[in-house]
């Protein structure tokens, strides 16, 4: 059983800038990938980034140019730089880690608020 401990978030205005980061532990080993998925008011869940063990990433084109994630596989950690934050970023954002066959974890979300 994978938990994960996530930090950051919180009020920003547009133009901002936020950083979220997220700590794995138990059951750490053959995590796949790292990632960070949101979920805005009255919207679905979505993929914002994710970041794979061998290093490659990848962004949703929304995020793409603001956004960057880093994974440190050592430490089982994952982070969000987030700058030029906009309103339509507002939104509950979950880390997530995928273990492959042996199932996905999430932790409880952090809520990021960008007011114009």
């Known amino acids: 059983q994978v938990q994960l401990v996530e930090s950051g978030g919180g009020l920003v205005q547009a133009g901002g800038s936020l950083r979220l980061s997220c700590a794995a532990s138990g059951g750490t080993f053959s995590i796949v990938a790292m990632a960070w998925y949101r979920q805005g008011p009255g919207k679905q869940r979505e993929l914002v980034a994710r970041?794979?063990?061998?290093?490659?990433?990848n962004y949703s084109d929304s995020v793409k140019g603001r956004f960057t994630i880093s994974r440190d596989n050592a430490k089982n950690t994952v982070s969000l730089q987030m700058n030029s934050l906009k309103p339509e970023d507002t939104a509950v954002y979950y880390c997530?880690?995928?273990?492959?066959?042996?199932?996905?974890?999430w932790g409880r979300g952090t809520q990021v608020t960008v007011s114009s």
């Open positions: 970041a794979f063990r061998g290093g490659s990433t």
């Open positions: 997530n880690v995928d273990k492959g066959m042996s199932g996905s974890y």
